[in-house]
């Protein structure tokens, strides 16, 4: 069953609402500290999204979806990450540019949890009886 549009308006305000956090935590213009706020931030979002589809998963559970996620989103957008973390080293442009990678990154790898917990929940719902009798 594909998400509803229930669960769709959901994960969209969990999932913007997290991404908007995580831009905040990327205007420290310090690399690498915006791969760290998107991890904690990420981690949070799969415990939320877990919740829209009837589940409930553990911070170490979330954390490695999380990782797995980033992992997915870099692995689709190495330039985007790339440039994240080169672009702090300039002043003013850096602080600009990546926290807007970041929200994009996240919506990104957001959604990529979000089909993967509604996957994970329709794999454990049973089958429809529906024999003919």
Known sequence: MPITE???SKCRKI???HAAAAAAGNLVPIPAVGIAVDTVTMTTMAMALASV???SI???VAKNMAINAIIATMKKQPIRVIA???SKVVPVVGQLVAPSISVAMLES???ILADE???ERDSKKPPLLNDGY
């Open 15 to 17: 999932i913007h609402g």
């Open 6 to 8: 229930k669960e769709k």
């Open 53 to 55: 589809f009837g589940g």
């Open 109 to 111: 790898a957001g959604w």
């Open 58 to 60: 553990t911070e170490a």
């Open 117 to 119: 917990l509604a996957a």
């Open 84 to 86: 994240k973390e080169i």
